[in-house]
């Protein structure tokens, strides 16, 4: 584990002090990351409130198709979320 950076650039190359301590002779070392997803299927609810019923499940209506549309996946999709609605 890195407990402590001693010289060079902030997390950049420099001298690091571990723990436990090793002795490694003086090399190029490496390391790297990888990003690993899964597919999720997310449930979103919309409460959608009107002073009449009618609007309001018109308003749910019409939200509930509009989300499915070509432009709101596209939009969605130009906006860096990937997601598409499972049910289009």
Known sequence: ???????????????????PAQT???QILSSGAETI???TDVVIQLDVRS???GS???MAQTIATLIRDERATR???DAGMDGAPLYA
Do not use: R
């Open 1 to 19: 584990m890195i407990s402590e950076q001693t010289g060079g650039t902030p997390g950049g190359v420099g001298t690091y002090t571990i723990t």
């Open 24 to 26: 490694v002779p003086a």
């Open 37 to 39: 997803v899964q597919p």
């Open 51 to 53: 002073a009449s019923d």
């Open 56 to 58: 309001a499940s018109d």
């Open 75 to 77: 939009y969605f999709a």
